[in-house]
């Protein structure tokens, strides 16, 4: 074995560590939020091979889906989305699962979603709304989703969006957008999409700090580290369960201005 594939197993190896003392389970569906920069710095491995190496250690676990955001929030103002060739707009891990590991995207205009085991091609939900009953996030919801963060200062969901649409919170709105969906190469169809926006006039932002806060006292959300790189594990029920009762005694629990 070379002197870069015993390093490169010993990371795989660590990560598989600290996700089992997370309680990472075999079958599960996982949604990846990850940051690569310290990961690169600590191992001098390149983008790709840090995103492989994660990629790695999580199919020890053998995963329905491996799902990872490629949001590309430059539909709003463009009207246009390519499955195939518009970039992801979260970042680098993200765009490298985009170009070199990814069997499916879904046709999410706004929130597509990566799938590294092609799993999401089986599924039906709505691809023309973003969050709430019907979508992609409930499905997530019925199979108690793993939300996991890896290389980030704080926690970071996008299935937050889904805790709040189903809960109508009142600084947010359904605002309808129409565009174009291309597919493959120059197929394309029209498409009325409907997402549920922050309301940018009240000024309102998600408070991470409180949100975590509340999760943590609540004893769902598990953190750890590998070479002083942050993780943490929490399932989309349980983050549900946690947050729905206190939205229902205070519908701006979740933000700040």
Not at 22 to 39: A, F, Q, T, W, Y
Not at 131 to 156: P, Q, V
Not at 186 to 211: C, H, M, P
Request: proline share 2%.
């Amino acid at each position: 074995m070379s002197k870069f594939k015993k390093k490169y197993q010993h990371f795989v190896e660590l990560f598989i560590d600290e996700f089992c003392k997370l309680g990472v389970e075999n079958n599960r569906v996982i949604m990846l939020h990850v940051g690569l920069k310290d990961l690169v710095k600590y191992t001098n491995f390149t983008y790709r091979e840090c995103t492989e190496l994660i990629l790695d250690a999580l199919k020890s676990f053998s995963p329905k889906a491996i799902l990872v955001p490629s949001f590309t929030y430059s539909f709003v103002k463009s009207g246009v989305f390519h499955n195939l060739f518009s970039k992801s707009e979260l970042g680098r891990f993200s765009e490298e699962v985009r170009i070199s590991f990814s069997r499916y995207r879904s046709q999410d205009p706004i929130f597509s979603v990566l799938d590294v085991n092609n799993w999401l091609s089986m599924q039906k939900f709505n691809e023309n709304k973003a969050f709430g009953h019907e979508t992609l996030w409930s499905i997530l919801d019925r199979e108690d989703c793993l939300i996991i963060n890896i290389g980030l200062k704080h926690l970071i969901s996008a299935h937050i969006h889904h805790i709040e649409a189903i809960n109508h919170v009142p600084y947010r709105k359904n605002i309808v957008k129409f565009g174009v969906k291309y597919t493959e190469n120059l197929e394309y169809q029209s498409v009325k999409y409907s997402f549920f926006a922050r309301n940018l006039d009240e000024g309102y932002t998600l408070d991470w700090d409180t949100i975590e806060a509340i999760l943590n006292k609540s004893g769902v959300l598990f953190k750890s580290k590998v070479i002083d790189i942050n993780l943490s594990v929490l399932s989309t029920q349980s983050m549900c369960n946690t947050i729905t009762p206190l939205l229902n005694k205070d519908k701006f629990i979740l933000v700040k201005k």
